[in-house]
Structures are given as structure tokens and as C-alpha cells.
């Protein structure tokens, strides 16, 4: 069976990192399915799914880490496409990847006690966010 | 329900990123599944799947960066091994990752509006890539 | 259908790449699944899943690429939170990301001849691991 839901957020942009760990877990339980994946997708190509240990010190990390990679004030050529100046965040976007599966099982998700879904929202702006969650399974 | 499909590419290697979405598309239609995901898998190391807004200018972006992550002319130990000279190429993939799960909802893609598909040939040569579709869902 | 199994490792930490592929082959055989996707999954917010050719260059050199994306003795801020020292372990494990789906075709994983599924422990020490590996299909 498939069961498809829809989270939807605010967000700040700027590499926002938000916890969806509790609203995944809920779309699973009211599901009603037992055993199976969650796909958790990003339609848009600014933004990105992981898991992390969800406290302040990480997620710092993660964007001192990103920062380095892509830098929000470096050149890029997508700037001069469209006026646009999100070229980093098109980069991290496509490094970190628009797309997470998770299984569940008992009807639960099978994340460690320290682990956390998260997504970043890249852009530079804050952003009214829409997140497919497919949920697979019987 | 499980449909398995192939999608053959000819690539140029050296970063080649090819927009495959029409094609993905084309199969989700295909298989006449309504809700599911299509699971696209790279079988072979030196490729990689992710999605970008598919315009140049993102695309050099995104090559800049991994040339900088993994440097084309760096020393890699893996060259030592084969005589090889495509090192950068299978740290590439490994980050990247060879595997890329959508959703799709009454038949199409949940692909934002400048969200493309893409493979990514990190191989120094020109190659006949073969990459599995897998459409599960009902 | 789904088959839920575990898949228990003992690791040395410290950037440990362990090759799983014959293990996830095995429990996809012995679900008796002929095609569908295997979805493995790190409970934990320190460990990572791709695919690589398993050769000690090859790992070398990607282990060199995370040396210089996070490295273990740089600063994080995540060590100021609990006195931990694996702050760079959470970066790369956000990085590599925790999930990796396979197809599986006739009973068989589609990966190709040089490229292996690997499990990355990124942590600081030793650890007792348990992975998820959801096989969904028919």
C-alpha cells in the first residue's frame, strides 16, 4: 500500500535546519501501515534531507562544514543566469541530496535515540515549504 | 507491484551531468503505477545521482565545487593500485551516492518546477552507462 | 511485501568502511523476494551508507577528502555540548547521510562488478553497530 502525505513549513532560508522528526513519525502512525519506507522528498532544488543529532552545536558544525564548500559569498555562474544569489545554495542542495528514506517498523521509525530527520532549506530567503512523504508498506 | 526498467546513456565522462527526468518520467508513465516511488541506481562506482535546476551555469557550480573537494590532478592511492587515473572519480560517487528514490502521485514526478533528475559521469572517459529504474507502488 | 532484518557489525570507529555487500545479498536471498529495493539504514547519527570499489586505495582516498571536509581535530562546537570529540563524526555522517536503497532484480542486488555497499562508522571508538535492511517487494 501507498500512502501519500504532504508537511508543509516555514522557514527562515539561510541554512534553516528544521527537526521533522515528530511530524514524520505521526504521518507514519496515521498511516496505519506497520512495516515499511517513509520517502521524505523536497520539491525544489534549494534544499535537502539528512538526519543529525538535532542540538545546536551539530548543526553549526554542519553549516561551518557547508559554508566551506559553497560559500554563501562566493562567484557563481548561476548568479549571472538569473540575477539570482543562491548559486551555493543550488550546490549544497545537490551535494546533500532533495531526497531520504527511512524504514519503520511496529509502526514505528527506525531512528537512534540521537538521530534526528532534518531538513535544510539552502535559499537565501525565508521559504513556505512543501515535503512529499511517501509511505510504502502493509 | 514492481516494474524493473533500464535507461541507457552515452556519457563523455569528466562530470558529465545529463538531465534524465523526461526519460524517468516516461517510465513511471510506462509501468501505469498511479502512487509509488522509482528508485534510480547507478550499478558501478565512478557515477552519481542527484538533482539540480539544470541550467549551466549551476551546473558549472556544482563541478567547481567537487573539483575542489576531489581535484582532477590530485594523487590518489587508487591510481597506485590499477594505473588507473580516475581516483577523484569514485570519491566523487561515493558522496554523491549511486542511488535516488522520487515519489510520484497520479502518475508524475514530484519534481519541483526547476528540479531536474540528473546522472553524473565522474569516469575520464566516454562511457555506455546503464541505470536501473526500479517503480514500486500501486 | 516487507522483510525487516538486522544486520549486526562490530567496527573500529575512526572512519572504519566495512563491506556489507554479501551480508544485505544474503538477507535480500533469504526473503525469498524475486524483485524490489532493499533499503539499509544507520540508527545513529555517526555512521554513513554508499558504495565504493572496496580496494584500500579507493578508501584511502576517500577518507582523505573527509579528513579535509571535517577533520578530526578541528573545532567543533559539538565538543562544547557534552565534552564530546566526534564533532567531525556528525558532519560526515549529515554528509554521506545514514540511508542507502538498492534495487534487486531475479533475486540478485543490481550493483555492478566493481562497486560494493558499504557501511562508514565515523565515531571516535569502537562500536557494536546495528543496521536496518528493509526488503520491500514481490
Not at 559553497?70 to 543562491?86: F, I, T
Not at 542542495?93 to 539552502?122: C, H, N, R, Y
Request: proline residues 4%.
Amino acid at each position: 500500500m501507498v500512502i501519500s502525505e504532504e508537511l508543509r513549513l516555514d522557514t527562515e532560508g539561510h541554512c534553516h535546519i528544521i527537526d521533522i522528526s515528530s511530524r514524520v513519525a505521526e504521518a507514519v502512525r496515521g498511516s496505519g501501515l506497520l512495516s515499511g519506507t517513509v520517502t521524505i522528498f523536497c520539491p525544489g532544488s534549494t534544499g535537502g534531507l539528512s538526519t543529525i543529532e538535532y542540538e545546536s552545536g551539530a548543526l553549526h558544525d554542519l553549516e561551518r562544514a557547508l559554508d566551506q564548500i559553497a560559500p554563501p559569498d562566493g562567484d557563481y555562474r548561476h548568479h549571472l543566469r538569473w540575477g539570482d544569489d543562491n548559486g551555493h545554495s543550488h550546490v549544497r542542495s545537490a551535494l546533500i541530496g532533495p531526497s531520504l528514506t527511512v524504514p519503520f517498523v511496529e509502526g514505528a521509525l527506525t531512528l537512534g535515540t540521537w538521530q534526528q530527520i532534518v531538513f535544510l532549506d539552502f535559499d537565501t530567503r525565508p521559504r513556505a515549504r512543501r515535503l512529499v512523504l511517501q509511505i510504502m508498506g502493509e
